[in-house]
């Protein structure tokens, strides 16, 4: 009777293999944290955002830009998405005009956000380029 028991509770439990947690991606520099300018632009979660929007964000080869100043165009571009949601979904896809090298004029750059619970349970908000999850 008690291996019995001790089976069922082993098949209850789900085995875990990999855990790879927020704090790690961040300190790993997989994430980086612009909650610091994302509070100040009105979010009231921890945001970060993927090396792909970092280096989207970083790219200041024109004259004149400054990550700052593209990532607060790019997080005013995401409030605008938010307020224009009426499901409540915890997706939002938008896409921030950036000037570049290469073009004359500034082109669209594909996004989605995803607000989830982060390590401790609490809301936390996630930028990413279209395509990375």
């Not at 944290?33 to 632009?41: I, N, P, R, T, Y």
């Not at 929007?53 to 400054?66: C, E, I, W």
């Not at 998405?81 to 082109?107: N, Q, R, V």
Request: charged share 25%; hydrophobic share 40%; net charge negative.
């Amino acid at each position: 009777m008690r291996n019995e028991k001790e089976n069922q509770t082993n098949q209850n439990q789900e085995e875990i293999i990999f855990s790879y947690s927020r704090a790690q991606a961040l300190e790993d520099g997989v994430l980086a944290d612009v909650s610091s300018l994302a509070k100040e632009a009105g979010f009231k979660y921890p945001v970060a955002v993927t090396q792909g929007v970092y280096s989207v964000l970083d790219d200041t080869r024109v004259a004149g830009q400054s990550f700052e100043g593209r990532c607060w165009d790019m997080l005013t571009i995401f409030r605008y998405a938010i307020k224009k949601i009426k499901d409540g979904g915890d997706a939002i896809y938008f896409a921030p005009l950036f000037l570049s090298p290469e073009a004359e004029e500034p082109k669209p750059v594909q996004m989605w956000a995803k607000c989830g619970a982060g390590d401790d349970y609490n809301p936390v908000i996630t930028i990413m380029l279209e395509g990375e999850d």
